[in-house]
């Protein structure tokens, strides 16, 4: 998969080149060429995954340089319950019918951005 600026340099990036880059060279954000389809069997087949295989899934379908086997295995050493203190990784409370939390603070910082960043 390609990645390009979202402030007009047309220069296709694939992954590795832009994860620690930050921003593009022009300021911009790096967005996809074009996102993936997800059809409804495929999410009916995700919907009862561990978040580690979930997480693999997802960014396998963005990530097309580093090989599908090292994906895997840094999704299943980063998404653990000894590092994020629950089995489920992100445990669902549900609040009342049709109202859930969501955690996403229970990574080492306890802070969102653990789930993106512990990849790293």
Not at 7 to 26: C, H, K, Q, Y
């Amino acid at each position: 998969m390609k990645y390009i600026s979202t402030r007009g340099d047309r220069t296709e990036r694939g992954f590795s080149e832009i994860l620690l880059e930050g921003l593009a060279p022009d300021g911009g954000l790096y967005l996809p060429l074009s996102y993936p389809k997800i059809d409804d069997a495929t999410l009916t087949k995700w919907r009862h995954l561990p978040y580690a295989e979930l997480a693999f899934e997802i960014l396998s379908l963005y990530i097309d340089d580093i090989p599908a086997a090292d994906l895997k295995a840094l999704t299943a050493k980063t998404y653990t319950k000894a590092v994020y203190g629950f089995e489920e990784i992100t445990p669902l409370k549900h609040i009342e019918p049709g109202l859930c939390l969501q955690a996403l603070s229970n990574g080492p910082t306890l802070a969102f951005k653990d789930m993106a960043m512990q990849l790293l």
